[in-house]
Nanobody
Framework: QLQASGGGLVQAGGSLRLSCAASGRTGSIGAMAWFRQAPGKEREFVAAIRWSDGHPRYDGSVRGRATISRENAKSTGYLQLNSLKPEDTAVYSC????????????????????WGQGTQVTVSS
């Protein structure tokens, strides 16, 4: 199971830190990712991290403003979002896979087997 938290209402330029806590048999996490879905839009990739080596991948829309990290001991992933913009407003969902993905596949939705509930991020202008 994945439990996402940390969303909220912030002003443009502000920051949020999202968390995704995995429970159950967490010893075999291969990668964790964040996706977001804005009203009326398709779900889109935001960032992912390969669990074994911490290698990150970012979508261009957040590169330079986001940092994804993980804490192995807590089986928890984090997404730090800075310089938030109104267009970042969306429901953010975390996802995980037990596979050992190569870097090029980290942005694919179909890679991920486990999904948490979303957490709402609202950025006011």
């Amino acid at each position: 199971q994945l439990q996402a938290s940390g969303g909220g209402l912030v002003q443009a330029g502000g920051s949020l830190r999202l968390s995704c806590a995995a429970s159950g048999r967490t010893g075999s996490i291969g990668a964790m990712a964040w996706f977001r879905q804005a009203p009326g839009k398709e779900r889109e990739f935001v960032a992912a991290i390969r669990w074994s080596d911490g290698h990150p991948r970012y979508d261009g829309s957040v590169r330079g403003r986001a940092t994804i990290s993980r804490e192995n001991a807590k089986s928890t992933g984090y997404l730090q979002l800075n310089s938030l913009k109104p267009e970042d407003t969306a429901v953010y969902s975390c996802a995980a896979t037990k596979s050992r993905p190569i870097y090029g596949t980290l942005a694919r939705e179909d890679l991920y087997d486990y999904w948490g509930q979303g957490t709402q991020v609202t950025v006011s202008s």
